[in-house]
């Protein structure tokens, strides 16, 4: 191919990449989300399992209290077993690494047990398919749920999965073009997946999309402000998006290992690198985006005032009640003492801003990661990156004669990470 020619298949590929008449997403979006099945998927989570010890020969019946201490992984061998339980028709991934050297793990064994304790239980070994080196995968039969018990021959780390909902990949693409789409042309929000999160995601869109009809109602004829106000809704639903989207590639450049907090010691928490931290701390950490940053909280004691939050420029952008729904009463029987974890995902505005984390009440473990997003080709081309709507409403608002512009150009300091204008008050009415 010539170069001429070369240059000319380019520019009709960038050509039709670029928005054209009316809107700048013409439909290219809402299409794939109005099929429910397309919406969502389903992916490996963790359960948790109950680690037991082994006493004795096989078959083991014995049951684990109800007060047992549960663990997302467990270690296995001859003395010592972990149990899952399971409903009926359920599908498990088992997972196992060695706990010495490396190489392949131990084979593990699985016995199902049925029956009552008291009356007669039964544990018979079944056999499981392995898929994958290391990886197994057991289903449970019809008929009401049960338990399993697994153990190895050598001391093996083993940690379950089951299936769970979750968005593809692609849908989150599909989502901000229809979001986009949706602030351009007006009219009922587009379908999202059918998950709970994408419900309250709706709900601060619909807000959104009130305060922005009040601005353009102060003032329909300034088309600049008008403008700034769909830039505005624009950014900030990206960003939005953008924090609900699982880490990994290629969505993010994540940092090669937790942000590391001063004062905090670095603790191993079920093979997850935590930094444990008294409480009444708090660290003031650089972090540049446009990216999310995830944070990862548990409480080690039962301050029923314990709390988590981030600020950055004197706002506070979240807050999270660390203690456990139900704390220990002083005169009760042991319980497991600590909160659950909590995980927060932070919005981070394009360049490089301080944001505070700050603890309240007791000891806490922590674990703070970093992810810059990296924008696909298309997205950058059509300018649907939340630091290019921000320009484009910054332009737009400098162009506005508006009394509203202020208020505007706050809200969209907000989105940017930036500290907020001071807006003038209207003055007290003189009396006459």
Known sequence: MSTPLRIASWLLAAVALFPHGASARPGRAAAPLADPAVRAGVEWRPVEVVPVALAGAAPWIASPTPEAATATSAVVGPE????????????????????????????????????AEAAGRAAVLEPALEVAPGTWLLEHPPGGPGEWLVSAGEPTRITALAPAPRTGELIWEHVIGAVLEWIDRGGPPPPLPDLPSFADLRRELLADAAVAAALRASDPKDMSLQAAVTAWRGAAAVQRITAMRPPGRPAFALETAPRPLPGAAAVDLEGRPFQRSAGGRSWDLRMTGPGVAWISARLLGQDPKASISVHAEGRRLVRERLAPETPCAPEATPCRVGGPERDLAIPLAPGEHTYRLQVEGDAALLQVRVGQSLERVA????????????????????????????????????????????????????WR
């Open 379 to 430: 997205t950058a081309l059509r300018r649907e990156g939340a630091d290019d709507l921000l320009r484009a409403g910054h332009r737009a608002l400098a162009r506005s004669r508006s009394p509203r512009a202020a208020l505007v150009g706050a809200l969209l300091a907000q989105v940017a990470g930036r500290p907020l204008p001071s807006l003038k008050r209207p003055g007290s009415p003189r």
């Open 80 to 115: 010592a077993g972990a149990i899952i339980r399971l409903g009926s028709l359920a599908v498990l991934q088992v997972r196992a690494e060695p706990v010495r050297g490396a190489g392949r793990p131990a084979p593990l064994k699985f016995w199902r047990r049925s029956g």
